[in-house]
Nanobody, 117 residues
Framework: QVQLVESGGGLVQAGGSLRLSCASS????????MGWYRQAPGKQRELVAR???????NYADSVKDRFIISRDNAKNTVCLQINNLKPEDTAVYYC???????????WGQGTQVTVSS
């Protein structure tokens, strides 16, 4: 079992930055992949960025060059640095952990990011 708690969302103007954090109750060394997803009103949840246990990363095309995912192993935390925010980035951002040999998904409760134009 893994509990994930997100923080760092808020209301920002376009062009601004935010740093989202996801704290894991379990050592992230034991987690296969950690990622950030987002869901805008009326849309499906989509992958934003993810990072593997080995440190490999990948990003959605829409956020490349603006979002950076990183991990702090000592704090069991994964962060998402979001730069040059756009109104279309407005969504609830969810932390995800993929755990185990028969992978199981765990989700945080989400944190709201709202970008005003």
């Amino acid at each position: 079992q893994v509990q994930l708690v997100e923080s760092g969302g808020g209301l920002v103007q376009a062009g601004g930055s935010l740093r989202l954090s996801c704290a894991s109750s379990r050592s992230i060394f034991s987690i296969n992949v950690m990622g950030w997803y987002r869901q805008a009103p009326g849309k499906q949840r989509e992958l934003v960025a993810r990072i593997t246990r080995g440190g490999s990363t990948n990003y959605a095309d829409s956020v490349k060059d603006r979002f950076i995912i990183s991990r702090d192993n000592a704090k069991n935390t994964v962060c998402l640095q979001i730069n040059n925010l756009k109104p279309e980035d407005t969504a609830v951002y969810y932390c995800n952990a993929l755990v185990g040999y028969n992978p199981t998904d765990y989700w945080g409760q989400g944190t709201q990011v709202t970008v005003s134009s």
